[in-house]
């Protein structure tokens, strides 16, 4: 401070004071630069966090929502294709779809759904192999099942299938089945060549996976269900 006469009085000093310092950063919110981390080191623990929490998300949607499926046989010829020159396949590539895990918790399965499903012990016997098979719903629980001359009858009523195409459908005839509750009636689209309910039964509902929702793969077969 001066005293008017251009000169400073004995005592003050004429420099002002420094502003004072904002306090340090010490990496806000990042624990990773609180614990002291090089800052090239808490960019790759970042990344390696971000890619393991990627991995767990989708590790869970494909465990709890959604989960991709192969067709690996002739039987759903030709609604999804296998590949050549597996027998009866029509395809360069085996279709994918996308199987809903969690549609089933939401409603009942409904006549004409094509679900992905774990294959009863029966069925092991009956077709030689086990694991996963993918058919389409064709009776419900308390239904009657009939196939007359390859054609099929609910209720003793004719079934309108228009997803049948002529040369895959078969001749033969069985006699009605009374479909137990809680189970459905399997059979895939390839009549003539087709390991299903006609040969081991119902499927409960419990060994039901998921509906197939989509194809997701080739490209030219991209479609919503």
Known sequence: MSDGSGTTPPGWDATPPEPPRPPEKTGGLNPL?????PKPWRTIVDWIVTIIGAVAIVLA?????????RIPSASMESTLHCARPASGCEARFSDRVLACRICYRFGDPQRGDIVVFNVPDEATKTC???G?????IVGLPGETWQENQGFVDIN??????????????DAQSLPARRIPPDNYF???DNR???????????LPRKRMIGKVIATYWPPNRISFR
């Open 33 to 37: 630069a609180r614990l002291g981390m």
């Open 61 to 69: 949607v494909k465990a709890w929502v959604i989960n991709p499926y």
């Open 132 to 136: 996963i098979f993918v058919k389409r």
């Open 186 to 188: 399997m059979m895939g």
């Open 156 to 169: 003793g009523k004719r079934l309108n299938e228009p997803y049948i195409k002529q040369e895959r459908r």
């Open 192 to 202: 003539q060549s087709s390991c299903d309910s006609r040969r081991w039964g119902t």
């Open 128 to 130: 030689g192999q086990g």
